[in-house]
Structures are given as C-alpha cells and as structure tokens.
T-cell receptor, first 111, second 115 residues
Framework: EDQVTQSPEALRLQEGESSSLNCSYT??????LFWYRQDPGKGPEFLFT???AGEEKEKERLKATLTKKESFLHITAPKPEDSATYLC????????????FGKGTHLIIQP | ETGVTQTPRHLVMGMTNKKSLKCEQH?????MYWYKQSAKKPLELMFV???????ENNSVPSRFSPECPNSSHLFLHLHTLQPEDSALYLC??????????????FGPGTRLTVL
C-alpha cells in the first residue's frame, strides 16, 4: 500500500527565515511525486511534479528535490503570503491514476 | 483559476435528501477524479474516470454515485448521507496517457454539511 508521511505537521517561521518541509513516501513504483499548496477553503494549487531521484525544480522562493525515499520542499526567505498548507502526493506506476496524499504541513510566516 | 469549476461551492443537506455535485473542466483533459477531504485526514481518492469510463471505485459507499457523461463533466450524486460524510469534496482533471503531462488540477471544492 502506498504511503506518504509529511513533517512537520505545522511550522511557524519569521519572515525571511528559510526552512524545509519533508515528505517521506513508500510506493511500489514511483510514477510521479507532486507538491501542492492549499489555502483555507480552496482547492489544492499545483506547484511541482518530480519524476526521478536527483531531480530538482524551482519556482520563486520554492525549490523541490527528490530522492528514492523522500522529497523536500525548501522555502527561501519566505514572505507572509507563503503561509498555506503544503501537500505532497505520489502516483504509482501501473495502478489507476489517483494520487495518494500526505496530511500536509501547515506553514505560517509571521511578519 | 485552474480551469476546473465546481458547483455549488457550499451545500447543506439533511440525511434523507438527494443532491448532486457538479464539476466541469475547460482544459481538454481526458481523466477526471473525485476526492474527499475531511478535517485532520489526507485527501482520499473516491472515483477515477478515464475516457468517460470508471476505472477505480476505491471502496466508496453506494450512497455516493458518480456520473461522467462526457470528458468535460463529472457529477457526484448523493443520497441518504450520514453526518460523517460532511467534508470538502474536490474534483480534479488530468491528461492521462502521456508521461509528463499527468498532473492533476483541482477545482475549488464543494463544502458539504450533512445535518
């Protein structure tokens, strides 16, 4: 059974204080690992897709990396508008196309 | 705007009511999904439709009945729900079949409250 564990559950940072969010996963065969951002009362907003170990992707203050067992979402010099819940999900090779999600990391950036 | 719309955005229903949730995607995708998001729990996959055929049920109770009349529209018919079915119901779509294009894009969700 595919599993995704995200840590920490919640993280409070000062504006400009860089940090990383962790996503550990077990999957029979990884087709893709996805990061989403979710604001309260809204649907998840797509950030990144990673397909193979060693791959990295960047977007503004965010950078996602992937190993064979985990992914990190690095946030550099965050701003209050980066406050949100960040979700990690995996998609397995050969199965149906649904995603298996973690519970998310609730990130708060204080001014 | 992601190109996936859902209506209604909020719904309150009694346990004996029948209602339907609607999802429409404007992205030209060929696969659509229903997910359930409850408090303190991860998003849970409910149904997958690919090329308008259901490919995964994921052991969802029969009081939830999906319908996909074409590749742009997806419905979730609800009847005799329980209070524990109160949640945010999310629709997503993707372009299945081509490596690198299978990212799922989500709608804003329908907040369902069952009294």
């Amino acid at each position: 059974e595919d599993q995704v564990t995200q840590s920490p559950e919640a993280l409070r940072l000062q504006e400009g204080e860089s940090s990383s969010l962790n996503c550990s996963y077990t999957v029979s065969g990884l087709r893709g690992l996805f990061w989403y951002r979710q604001d309260p009362g809204k649907g998840p907003e797509f950030l990144f897709t990673l397909y193979s170990a060693g791959e990295e992707k960047e977007k503004e203050r965010l950078k996602a990396t992937l190993t064979k067992k985990e992914s990190f979402l690095h946030i550099t010099a965050p701003k209050p508008e980066d406050s949100a819940t960040y979700l990690c999900a995996v998609q397995a090779v050969g199965g149906a196309d649904g995603l298996t999600f973690g519970k998310g990391t609730h990130l708060i950036i204080q001014p | 705007e992601t190109g996936v719309t859902q209506t209604p955005r909020h719904l309150v229903m009694g346990m004996t009511n029948k209602k339907s949730l609607k999802c429409e995607q404007h992205l030209g995708h060929n696969a659509m999904y229903w997910y359930k998001q409850s408090a303190k729990k991860p998003l849970e996959l409910m149904f997958v439709y690919s090329l308008e055929e259901r490919v995964e049920n994921n052991s969802v109770p029969s009081r939830f009945s999906p319908e996909c009349p074409n590749s742009s529209h997806l419905f979730l018919h609800l009847h005799t729900l329980q209070p524990e079915d109160s949640a945010l119901y999310l629709c997503a779509s993707s372009q299945e079949g081509t490596w690198g294009t299978d990212t799922q894009y989500f709608g804003p969700g329908t907040r369902l409250t069952v009294l």
